[in-house]
């Protein structure tokens, strides 16, 4: 009667009016025999129209919950309203989550799992759940493999949830870290289904002192500005030295120049210095073109897998959370083409936010879209932005006096020059006499452009594209620049001299006549 037998408000009794997809499954996964879990299992499945076969007595590896507390709710009259639709919304966004692993459905489900942490009567069964529905996507933690994970994995689970279980993040960390290792040859456990089944021959076949683990990747090197330099940056260490300061104390830059000046390029290496490492993780990459919405930037609805509507943070926001959890590490942010949008619309209230003096929890301010009544958002210390601009695009809008106000801003200029010439020679084998040569064809060509009427120094041609791509084998500078020219810089001098073509076919023959 137990697994069927409700008590209500009013103080009666009755049949489950309501049931989580959990608790279904808990019925069969639970303190009991083999053979009647298999009983149970296999009347459920005919119940509800399940075709598949249902093994014999094979049941290893999966967790159980308690014979006497399997429901993963409470008494009608003792649990919330929505308790059981939150427990709902979060086994969706697990299979939303599972079958894409976009940044998206991670969201909703980072939302969704700490969500039906507050439901009473969850804790760390909700795990168990998690391995139920999707077992080669999520790992239980149930004692034993705690146990295991901690001491004989050597990987660390944090308990920064309520009653010192682990949150979404720290679920999910977990998680990450281990499908990292599993692809090690030498690693004992290959996937969470193997994970279960080492668990529970434990349970029934005490082992051996395990092997020692193999050591963990080395920490990734240190990274810093002479990096950026050998990398094949030609701007001088020390105007890089101030970009850094610059973004460090207003803690948002922008990188504005002409095509070609390596913007997106540097803007990355520049969060790698000011991260002290080059460690992708902590950088998330964002492009704003005019169709970007607040809505797909910080947060907004959007539809799950039973068709209803779950608010999805955005990957400003997932990346805010990830640094908040992280505060002694820094996380920066690279929106390319940031004036290809609309930012003032796409940062919403996070343009306020962004101030380096209003990064504290006093400064909070509610979202458009809140979770619950009560939440307030700021941006802590530890989130940088770093944008870049393409000032020869006509078809960019102006950016808004606000935006320009909370960022710094750096001019990127074509560069040609000793620096440029030493790095492409040492790189690539092209002789300096070749090199000296396509140096003064490009000068000559920014120089006509500088002095268009209809175009400026922002049409300049920038060194990116006589810069050769790392590991690319050239066996002729000239034919290589030939190459370059006929593919890549006379598509951007068709489009600058859209409407006098026979302008763009003159500087195109300059480029490469007698060379």
Not at 125 to 134: A, Q, T, V
Not at 326 to 333: G, I, L, N, W
């Amino acid at each position: 009667m137990y697994l069927v037998q409700d008590q209500y408000a009013n103080g009666t009794s009755g049949p489950l009016r309501d049931i989580c997809p959990f608790t279904i499954m808990g019925m069969f996964n639970r303190g009991i025999t083999n053979s009647n879990r298999y009983i149970v299992a296999t009347e459920l499945a005919n119940q509800l129209g399940v075709p598949e076969t249902i093994p014999d007595d094979k049941f290893e590896g999966i967790p159980v919950v308690h014979n006497q507390s399997s429901w993963f709710f409470n008494y009608e009259k003792d649990r919330n309203p929505d308790d059981i639709d939150v427990l709902w919304d979060v086994f969706s966004c697990a299979i939303s989550f599972s079958d894409s692993e976009d940044s998206n459905s991670r969201s909703a489900f980072l939302s969704a799992y700490d969500s039906a942490l507050k439901v009473s009567n969850v804790g760390w069964k909700l795990s168990f759940g998690l391995y139920w529905i999707r077992p080669w996507s999520f790992p239980s933690l149930d004692n034993l493999a705690r146990d295991y994970i901690e001491n004989d994995l050597d990987t660390e689970i944090g308990h920064n949830g309520p009653k010192n279980r682990c949150n979404a993040n720290d679920y999910l960390n977990v998680r990450d870290s281990l499908e990292t290792r599993f692809k090690e040859e030498n690693y004992p456990i290959n996937s969470f289904p193997h994970l279960g089944y080492e668990i529970w021959k434990r349970k029934v076949d005490p082992p051996s002192p395990p092997p020692p683990l193999p050591p963990p990747p080395p920490p990734l090197p240190e990274y810093t500005l002479d990096d950026i330099v050998k990398d094949g940056c030609f701007i001088d260490r020390s105007k890089l030295k101030t970009m850094i300061e610059s973004l460090s104390k207003k803690k948002n830059l922008i990188l504005q120049g002409p095509p070609g000046t390596g913007k997106t390029w540097l803007a990355k290496k520049l969060a790698f210095v000011l991260i002290g490492r080059q460690d992708d993780s902590k950088i998330k990459p964002v492009q704003f073109h005019p169709n970007l919405s607040y809505e797909d930037f910080v947060r907004g609805w959007r539809p799950s897998g039973d068709g209803k509507l779950t608010l999805v943070d955005g990957p400003f926001v997932v990346l805010r959370n990830e640094a908040e959890n992280d505060p002694d590490t820094k996380y920066v942010m690279v929106i390319e083409e940031i004036n290809r949008g609309n930012p003032a619309q796409i940062f919403g209230e996070m343009l306020t936010l962004l101030e380096a003096d209003k990064r504290t929890p006093s400064e909070a301010l509610e979202l458009v879209y809140k979770r619950d009544s009560n939440e307030k958002f700021h941006i802590p210390e530890n989130v940088y932005v770093i944008g870049t601009m393409n000032i020869a695009d006509r078809s960019l809008a102006l950016v808004d006096l606000a935006l320009r106000r909370r960022f710094a801003f750096v001019d990127l200029e074509p560069s040609l020059g000793e620096p440029w010439r030493k790095w492409v020679h040492s790189q690539f084998g092209i002789d300096m006499n070749t090199l000296r040569d396509i140096e003064n064809r490009i000068v000559d060509l920014n120089q006509t452009i500088k002095e268009d009427a209809t175009l400026g120094p922002q049409y300049r041609v920038g060194h990116s594209f006589v810069t050769p791509q790392q590991n690319t084998p050239i066996d002729d500078g000239r034919d290589w620049f030939r190459q370059a020219v006929d593919t890549e810089i006379a598509r951007l001098l068709d489009e600058y001299w859209y409407d006098d073509l026979e302008k763009s076919n003159s500087a195109k023959k300059k480029l490469l006549e007698g060379f």
